[in-house]
């Protein structure tokens, strides 16, 4: 018999790649979307951050486990970024063993939204060569 193999990633892009703002937000929030990055088995996030005290709302996902992707929306609804990002970020699905996960894939969504708004690079970018601290080229 075979020896099991875990499930190979391959980054195929930057996490500020990932993200884009969409507009139709209302006024005192910014709208987004994330693409993961084919660690968990969602194809998209949305989500509104209300810019006054970074709460997160609105979190809709699209595919992966039904009652994971709910509970994380509802848990997380009305939280600061930084409460999401501390408690969902890292975490790792048993399942398909990517490294990743639905809730580690929400929290790098929250985490890249938070740098779009504060006009900062993300840390990639950062390392990469961009020392002066400019927004990514996807802003």
């Known amino acids: 018999e075979a020896p099991k193999v875990d499930y190979k990633w391959e980054a195929r892009a930057l996490p500020c790649e990932l993200i884009k703002e969409v507009p139709g937000a209302k006024e005192g929030f910014r709208s987004f979307e994330y693409t993961p990055d084919n660690r968990a088995h969602i194809t998209r996030i949305t989500f509104d951050v209300k810019l006054d005290d970074k709460t997160v709302h609105n979190i809709a996902f699209a595919d992966g486990c039904d009652g994971s992707t709910m509970g994380v929306a509802k848990i997380s609804e ?53 020392f002066r601290r400019m927004p990514c080229a996807n802003a």
């Open 78 to 130: 009305g939280k600061n970024t930084d409460f999401i990002i501390s408690r969902l970020k890292g975490l790792q699905c048993n399942i398909i063993k990517s490294g990743s996960s639905c809730p580690d894939q929400f929290a790098n969504a929250v985490e890249q939204a938070e740098i779009l708004i504060s006009g900062q690079s993300c840390t990639y970018c950062f390392f990469a060569g961009n």
